[in-house]
């Protein structure tokens, strides 16, 4: 992390216009005791591609581009990035430009003219950075409050409690257990009929007396003993708990049955733990991948003595109920202590087994079971064992068992998959869920680019950065290279990953070229582009266009161990790049046997050294091999780069010993667009 990253760098945009506003803006708020970045967007393609990436704290818009691209951008960003502050920057003071610009959308209108307007921008950036920010909270918080309302609803009609949900007076939400409960079979014909309608008629003057002192506050989340209305017109005694709530913004009353409705029972459990084992023993009649699925009450000691040994077997068996009426016609299930079941499960697949599980995990910690005279919620741990083809049944009873003990005594009301089948299914679930992932990522462009400075020791004035991709999946979450690119490894993914990281490239440079010393990008190229060379050299040129590289703005880079392992392919890529204006550097550098002779063998501008070196820096060993490897470096004219580095000291360090370029949090964190500045300070 950078010096002014740790103190909360904002990050502001400047689009289209001359560059050098970019700077002036950044010096001016630096100056004025803010930590900020300001980053140069070339046009409306690169703002969009900006923001599927992140925001910044604020967005100048540049008034004299071809086109009316205030009226544009302030669009783009009202679909991409609501609340995002944006500013028109103009040329000069003028009351109705200001004018013109409020009316189109603009939060304000600022200029560079003179040293009054620049400490107008100051105070206009503090205050719309800071409303912005308060936006993009609220933005933030409003779909946790949804997903938060619609867990809720989801949770009330999956309860077996029979519930249901009024506002204003009419039915609004309602269970099936409810709708079972009063002799409904259509729960949907319950909504928008009169809440009182459902109480039996001699009861509904008390009920409507009761609903009134319980609004007005005079009673408080209690227990109301009365009737419902049953659909044969029969009185149907209860006692409701009545409580308010509010969902989507409406505030509801709702009423719950208690006790609970009876659980309907499904098949009979067939025994203790030796019909279990006698059970595995016989040769299954269902060909279909079987589970052993064990379900243990959480505390059960602790519930024996709150509701006594009598009351605490009637809870089980409730429990047991409840799961029997969950499992298929083809499962079965058994007594395994007096806190467990264990039922042998057939499904289609893991995937099946899997659902299973979970649903029983949250189920059946759902209901308030009564027992006795004690009413109570419970927890279960429940643990899955898929049976492999070549596993013996019984053999995995006792994994099972000391494992789902153990998680119940640790991290109770969890459900785990447990086995080699069990891990396998995820494995392979895990690679086509990320794949599917990154292909469609790829299809409809959701991936981004990341600039990361890398600065020269030397005083050299030219922006050099490199390229990171980072993967937008279909949650809006953004995912580093290392979370997606092993998985674009195994599916042969890489080349298409290249070819994209470079054609974008190619764009942002083009956009850029009207600067004197455009930037120069390294760009990583995978195993997998270096096999396929002659394929990704036929492409490159037509990638190119007309455009000429005049001025070496790309170079590539290999891992050392990949070009090492394919010589003759580096060699014929290098000569190639070279031929087209561009340049290759190796990553991944120095730690091979063969890396001072490998600098003879390939024409290189850069070599960036391994990470592990820079952590080891402070071993004299490390310390003598940098040394050495910097020296051959400088003997064939070839630059080096350190990465990794995180603080003055260590940047010092490598100033002392010749390295030419250093990057790393210190220097700057990856940016979605190339920043006007670096922020290194030596």
């Known amino acids: 992390m950078n010096a002014f990253s740790a103190q909360g760098t904002a990050v502001a945009w400047v689009l289209g216009g001359p560059e050098e506003n970019t700077r002036i803006i950044e010096a001016d708020l630096r100056q004025a005791g803010l930590a900020i970045r300001v980053g140069w967007i070339a046009d409306l393609d690169e703002l969009g591609d900006a923001l599927g990436r992140g925001l910044p704290d604020l967005l100048f818009c540049f008034e004299f581009l071809p086109g009316d691209l205030l009226k544009e951008s302030i669009a783009l960003c009202a679909s991409l990035a609501p609340g995002l502050p944006m500013l028109s920057l103009g040329p000069s003071a003028s009351a109705s430009a200001t004018l013109a610009a409020l009316t189109l959308g603009a939060a304000d209108r600022v200029t560079l003219e003179d040293d009054h307007a620049l400490e107008h921008l100051d105070h206009v950036y503090r205050r719309e950075s800071q409303r912005g920010r308060l936006g993009r909270e609220l933005q933030r918080l409003r779909p946790r409050l949804a997903a938060f309302e619609a867990r809720h609803r989801e949770q009330l009609l999956l309860n077996v409690d029979a519930a249901v949900q009024a506002s204003d007076g009419l039915v609004m939400l309602v269970n099936e257990a409810f709708a079972e409960l009063i002799g409904e079979a259509d729960p949907a014909s319950l909504l928008g009929r009169p809440l009182i309608d459902l109480v039996a008629v001699e009861q509904q003057p008390r009920v409507k007396e009761e609903l009134r002192q319980f609004l007005r506050g005079h009673r408080v989340d209690r227990g109301l003993d009365t009737a419902l209305r049953h659909a044969s017109g029969a009185s149907l005694p209860v006692r409701l708990q009545i409580a308010l709530g509010s969902l989507d913004g409406e505030d509801f009353v709702e009423w719950r049955v208690l006790p609970e409705s009876p659980v309907k029972t499904g098949r009979a459990v067939l025994g203790d733990r030796l019909a279990l084992f006698r059970h595995l023993g016989v040769p299954a009649a269902d060909s279909r991948p079987r589970a052993a699925l064990l379900l243990v009450v959480d505390g059960f000691s602790a519930l024996e003595a709150s509701l006594g040994l009598e009351d605490a077997e009637r809870l ?173 490894e195994k599916l042969g993914l890489m080349a298409e990953i290249d070819r994209w990281v470079v054609g974008r490239a190619l764009g942002v440079l083009a956009k850029r070229e009207i600067n004197p010393l455009p930037a120069l990008l390294l760009i990583r190229l995978s195993a997998e582009t270096l096999r396929e060379a002659d394929a990704f050299l036929e492409w490159l040129p037509t990638a190119l266009g007309p455009r000429k590289l005049l001025h070496r703005e790309l170079c590539f880079t290999l891992q050392e161990s990949v070009a090492q392992g394919q010589l003759g392919k580096a060699a014929q890529l290098a000569q190639a790049l070279d031929e087209l204006g561009a340049g290759l550097a190796l990553e991944h550098y120095g730690l091979g046997a063969q890396s001072v002779p490998l600098l003879d063998e390939l024409p290189l501008r850069f070599v960036r050294f391994a990470p592990q070196l820079t952590r080891l820096f402070g071993e004299p060993n490390t310390q003598q091999r940098m040394t050495d490897l910097i020296r051959a470096a400088k003997q064939r004219g070839i630059k080096t780069i350190v990465s990794h580095v995180e603080d003055a000291n260590l940047m010092a360090r490598m100033w002392q010993m010749g390295v030419d370029y250093i990057q790393g949090y210190y220097i700057q964190e990856p940016d979605v667009v190339l920043l006007a500045t670096d922020a290194v300070r030596r």
């Open 316 to 488: 089980v068996g409730h429990v047991g109920s409840a799961i029997t009426a969950l499992l298929g016609h083809s499962d079965t299930l058994f007594r395994f202590s007096n806190d467990e079941w264990l039922a042998i499960l057939h499904r289609d697949s893991v995937s099946d087994i899997e659902q299973l599980a979970e649903r029983l995990c949250r189920d059946l910690a759902a209901p308030l079971y009564t027992a006795g005279s004690h009413q109570t919620r419970i927890t279960l741990t429940v643990c899955a064992y898929p049976i492999g083809l070549k596993e013996n049944a019984v053999a995995v009873i006792e994994p099972l068992v000391r494992e789902g003990r153990r998680l119940s005594t640790e991290t109770p009301g969890q459900m785990v998959m447990l086995g080699q089948t069990a891990r396998d299914s995820a494995e392979a679930r895990d690679l086509a869920e990320r794949g599917d992932q990154l292909r469609a990522a790829l299809e409809h462009h959701r991936l981004r680019l990341a600039y990361q400075s890398i600065a020269s020791l030397e005083g050299d004035a030219r922006m050099h950065a490199d390229v990171l991709v980072r993967m937008v999946d279909e949650h809006n979450r953004e995912l580093h290279a290392s979370e997606f690119l092993p998985t674009a």
